[in-house]
């Protein structure tokens, strides 16, 4: 954390300076000289202010204060000693405050976490009186998940949503709707509001004869935490070995699922650890991002996600069987063109691996429900890929412009006037015909059989990209990923 605020803090502080007008050699020596004069802006200041509130929240309560002391002395001390203009001290605070507070961000903090005594204090006013509290790991980035056992006996579950589950939940819905077509954005939902939601949800849910995971109560902690406190589960389907998955487990998940979409609701949060293995069956948990009066396509990113995870701990075969025993041919060919890399959450995604082992799931599953290859569903609203390809054409269209705003128009008149038409007419023919020889060339360099017009293609791409991008890489990456989409 202390590494990346202070990188940050160096960037931005040299980054603002230059476009104040102070060079970057003198932002440089600002960091360690003293005679360099007012600076616009004085990065020893802003890399100071970036630690300090860095180590903030890991610290007690006097340390914060003592920081905060050593903050306002050294920006007045700055301007005393001539190193900083007012304006500069205020500029290098400011942005001291946004390196420590994008680090927070990315990387999380303690701030607004409750240790175990004070999460019992907490319980006592939601008039829970608990026996042993202890911490649990998170489903999701940022939130923080308690055990308590009550003096009664019961064993109960706490999710605390703090600022920074808060500040993930915010990102992650801001992204998920620039990104995803058919998203909206949900921006405004406080933590109060996020709690109150799964628990209206989770009831709602329980009324409709869904298993779930019976809310208890919900409410607010010392420090403005949000917390919903739940009944513990026996276990969770993340929890359990792989061969302790069996196939009742598995028909039963599909079918809590689709009583759950029957009564109206999906659960788009879908985990190994939001499965709850009851003894009775399966029970859902984790209602805080499920939407009433769903969409078709909120349905069917759920089957995706069941379908994934239930794939990650039983294998391809046992989990697409399940899937399509309980949703029947149709409704498993439906969901197929949503089974693609987008409808996946990162976790998930990063559990996948490659891309290619999606679409080794899909044709399973098409084999199973004997189907054909479907049409994908566009879920992707703007692509990393489309921003590069963008960015792309921009550098490529400029190039061409570039070349032939240097070309004497006038000249290749003058020579066309007195060319040879009937040689100019061969030479244009037979110029693009070298690129067959070289096709052949690559199919049989290939251990795998080549398609003739794709690498046909490929060479024609491989000659355009010479003379927009004289770079040995931009080829070597063209080649690269081609080989790669045909499975070489």
Partial sequence: DYALALALSVVVAVAVGALAGTDVETSLDALVATTTGPVFVPSRLAVATALIVTASPHLTRPFRIIGRLVLLMGALAAVALGLAYASGALAGVALGLAAAAAVHLLRGSPGGLLTPDQMAAALLELGITPRHVTSLPPSSPGEQRMGVEADDGQSMVVKVIGRDAWDAQYIGALWLSLTRRGEPPQLTMTRRERVQHEAMVSLFAERSGVPVLSVVTAGEGMQGEAMVVTVAPSATLGALQPGDVTDRILADAWAALEKLHGRGVAHRQITASSVSVQPDGVAWADFDAARLAPSVTDLMLDRVHLLVTTWLLAGPERAVGAAAASLGRDEMAKTLPYLQDPALSPALRRAMGTDWVLEDLRAR?????????????????????????????????????????????????DQLRDANWARLMVALVVAPLAQLAFSFSTIGASSRSLPYVPVLVLQYAIQFMALVFPSTGARAALQIRFFQRLGV
Avoid at 394 to 407: H, R
Wanted: no cysteine; net charge negative.
């Fill in 365 to 413: 599953a098409m084999d199973v429900v004997d189907v054909t290859e479907p049409d994908m569903v566009e879920l992707r609203r703007v692509s990393v890929g489309s921003l590069v390809k963008l960015l792309l054409t921009v550098v490529i269209v400029s190039t061409l412009v570039s070349l032939f705003a240097g070309v004497d128009f006038s000249e290749v008149a």
